[in-house]
């Protein structure tokens, strides 16, 4: 009885053909597109064109690149460091204001993205900031001012665009200088919105 169940097994398997696994060509597209979409590079938050500097290969190569005790009476372009006019940049996530003060720290020119024409959301956009900085920059070259130090303070979407219109309009920055206040004790979070 155990042979004759055997062989009908056997003769079952014979006739079952042997199925092969196809795949289709919409997987394969998939696929491929899968990949190419893992080789692309990240996607960029608002950086494209800003140049990154190794700055400890600069380490290296200039030991002068941090202040030290000398610093304020180290020449930078035929002017003592502390005699050189101030940039300030203050940056908030709706506006950027632009002021350019003298060597002591009285204001000369003062300049908003609001003041330039821009109303609403727009004035706190990174192109609002750097047309801004672009004009108090042309005014502030009419009066004779060449170099500045920039002190930039706050977060916004104008911190790099005002050094960048600062730059275009033909200002020689010395030194960039960040003094946006960090609480190392800040206030309790709001609860989390409910949707």
């Known amino acids: 009885m155990f042979l004759k169940s055997l062989q009908k097994l056997t ?3 014979r006739v079952v053909p042997k199925r092969t696994i196809y795949q289709s060509a919409a997987l394969l597209k998939v696929e491929d597109r899968k990949a190419m979409l893992a080789s692309l590079p990240g996607k960029d938050e608002g950086t494209v064109g800003e140049r990154t500097i190794d ?6 190569k200039k030991e002068r690149l941090f202040p030290d005790a000398n610093t304020p009476t180290t020449l930078f372009n035929g002017m003592p460091f502390n005699e050189i006019p101030i940039c300030n940049i203050r940056v908030s996530p709706n506006n950027t204001i632009i002021t350019i003060c003298d060597a002591k720290g009285v204001p000369q020119f003062i300049r908003s993205c609001g003041i330039e024409g821009f109303k609403n959301t727009r ?3 990174n192109i609002a900031a750097q047309a801004t900085a672009i004009s ?6 009419e009066r004779g001012y ?6 930039v303070r706050g977060l916004g979407p104008g911190r790099m665009s005002a050094i ?5 309009a033909g200002m020689n920055i010395v030194s960039i200088t960040d ?7 800040p206030p309790r979070p709001r609860k989390q919105r409910k949707l």
């Open 55 to 60: 700055i400890d290969s600069l380490i290296t």
């Open 11 to 13: 003769n079952v398997l």
């Open 146 to 151: 060449k170099s500045v130090r920039v002190t």
């Open 123 to 125: 004035k706190g956009t």
């Open 179 to 185: 003094t946006t206040p960090v609480s190392w004790n």
């Open 164 to 168: 960048k219109g600062l730059e275009m």
């Open 136 to 141: 108090i920059c042309t005014k502030a070259i």
